[in-house]
C-alpha cells in the first residue's frame, strides 16, 4: 500500500483535539493571525500538532475554523476550532514559502478502531459514558468504536496525546481500560460515601 503524504500549515500548541470535537483559542501572534485570516477566506484546514517542552512531537490533528467569536481593534480573535483528522508529522517546515507561519508534510492515521473486548464494553455501559450504552443501540453490545469512548471521558490534552499516538488496537484497549476502571471505581466511592452520610 502507499503511503500519502500531506503538506498543510502548523499552528503548534500544547492541545490534543479529537476529530469531532470542538475548542475555543486566542488569536494574537501576528503569524497565526495570518494564518486564521487565510481560513476564514479560503476555507482551508491546518494542523495542530502537539507540543510538550517547546518540542513538536509525533502526532496531531487537522482541524477546521469553525467559527470567529470576536476579532479586537488590534487583530486579536477568539475563535472556535473543530478537530478533523488524526495525523503522524513526518517533516517540519519552520516558515512556508511566502507566509509567516510554518508546516509540514503528515500522513493520516486511522482512527475508527472497534473493539469486541467484553471488559471495555461493560465498563462503558456500567458508566453510561456515551449516547445509547443501555444497550438499546443497535449492535451496541457487540462492538464500539474507541476513539468515541475516549472523548466521552473529557482527558486532558496530554492524556488524549497519549491516546492518539497508540497505534495497535490491543494497546488502545488496555489505556481505556484502565482510565474507565479508575473512574469505576470513584463512583464505587463516591455511591459508598453518599450510603455513608445517609445511614449517619
Do not use: W
Not at 22 to 38: C, D, G, H, M, V
Amino acid at each position: 500500500m502507499n503511503r500519502q503524504f500531506h503538506r498543510i500549515p502548523f499552528f503548534p500548541l500544547g492541545l490534543s483535539i479529537f476529530p469531532g470535537e470542538k475548542a475555543p483559542l486566542r488569536i494574537f501572534e501576528s503569524r497565526y493571525r495570518q494564518l486564521i485570516t487565510e481560513c476564514r477566506e479560503s476555507g482551508m484546514t491546518f494542523g495542530i500538532p502537539f507540543i510538550s517542552d517547546s518540542r513538536i512531537l509525533g502526532i496531531g490533528t487537522e482541524v477546521m475554523l469553525n467559527e470567529v467569536l470576536d476579532v479586537s481593534p488590534e487583530g486579536e480573535m477568539i475563535i472556535i476550532i473543530e478537530g478533523l483528522k488524526i495525523f503522524r508529522v513526518t517533516d517540519y517546515i519552520r516558515i512556508l514559502p511566502g507566509k509567516l507561519y510554518g508546516g509540514g508534510e503528515i500522513e493520516y492515521l486511522e482512527t475508527d478502531d472497534y473493539s469486541v473486548n467484553r471488559r471495555l464494553i461493560n465498563l462503558v455501559i456500567s458508566l453510561d459514558l456515551i449516547t445509547g450504552t443501555s444497550g438499546s443501540k443497535p449492535g451496541y453490545t457487540d462492538n464500539i468504536n474507541m476513539i468515541e469512548v475516549a472523548k466521552s471521558l473529557n482527558l486532558g490534552s496530554r492524556d488524549k496525546y497519549r491516546f492518539l499516538r497508540l497505534i495497535r488496537p490491543d494497546l488502545k484497549e488496555r489505556f481505556l481500560i484502565k482510565q474507565l476502571e479508575y473512574r469505576h471505581l470513584l463512583r464505587k466511592q463516591e455511591e459508598l460515601l453518599k450510603k455513608n452520610f445517609v445511614l449517619n
